[in-house]
């Protein structure tokens, strides 16, 4: 089974600083991977995902992720944070042998100070 | 305006009693989930159904219970079995395809006590 890590339970980044959040997963084929957001007391939204092609992929919001797969990983990137930005931040991996099931990472919760 | 509802947004029961949380999603999409947010625990999986009068349980289902009888609805029952039911629940859906997003509903902030 497939299982996702979010080593960052809190982060605190500076508006117009750049972020990053890690993610790494393990599973034994090629990954579906997804990042949503998730404002309090709200659902998630969909930031963007990965299953196939190039390796950076570009979202909304200005948010970007790059999958690597020597490192198991597929890190959120944003070049300079908005204060809209303070939100709860979730990788998910898809396994296409298990019924398009999602897992979830923990969760990473980013905080922006002026 | 597509989308998934979930009502209502704050629910509170006494314990030893079942309340039932309602979903519904006018999307046309085929699958549907119940997942149960923590904090600090990301979302777990309580049940899924892909298709109508078809549901799987997921990795918590103790103490829950769902159906779907309609493409567009899957309530979900939190039973009085469930030891700990005091918890964020959010409701998704999706097309049966593993590159699809999930489209997730507002969440039911549920309180027993």
């Known amino acids: 089974a497939q299982s996702v890590t979010q080593p960052d339970i809190h982060i605190t980044v500076s508006e117009g600083a750049s972020l990053e959040l890690r993610c790494n997963y393990s599973?034994?084929?090629?990954?579906?991977l997804f990042w949503y957001v998730q404002s309090p007391g709200q659902g998630l939204q969909l930031l963007l995902k990965?299953?196939?092609?190039?390796?950076l992929v570009q979202g909304i919001k200005g948010f970007e992720a790059e999958f690597k797969r020597s490192q198991s990983s597929f890190n959120l990137r944003k070049p300079s944070v908005h204060w809209s930005d303070a939100a709860e931040y979730f990788c998910?991996?898809?396994?296409?042998?298990?019924?398009?099931?999602?897992?979830f990472g923990a969760g990473t919760t980013v905080t922006v100070r002026a | 305006d597509g989308g998934i509802t979930q009502s209502p947004k704050y629910l509170f029961r006494k314990e030893g009693q079942n309340v039932t949380l309602s979903c519904e999603q006018n999307?046309?999409?085929?699958?549907m989930y119940w997942y149960r947010q923590d904090p600090g625990q990301g979302l777990r999986l309580i049940y899924y159904?892909?298709?109508?009068?078809?549901?799987q349980k997921g990795d918590i289902a103790e103490g829950y219970s769902v159906s779907r009888e309609k493409k567009e609805s899957f309530p979900l029952t939190v039973t009085s079995a469930q030891k700990n039911p005091t918890a964020f629940y959010l409701c998704?859906?999706?097309?049966?395809?593993?590159?699809?997003?999930?489209?997730f509903g507002p969440g039911t902030r549920l309180t027993v006590t």
């Open positions: 998704a859906s999706s097309r049966r395809q593993i590159w699809d997003e999930q489209y």
């Open positions: 599973y034994g084929a090629t990954p579906y």
């Open positions: 990965y299953f196939s092609g190039d390796t």
């Open positions: 998910a991996v898809g396994d296409s042998s298990e019924d398009y099931k999602l897992s």
């Open positions: 999307l046309n999409h085929d699958a």
């Open positions: 159904s892909q298709i109508v009068n078809d549901f």
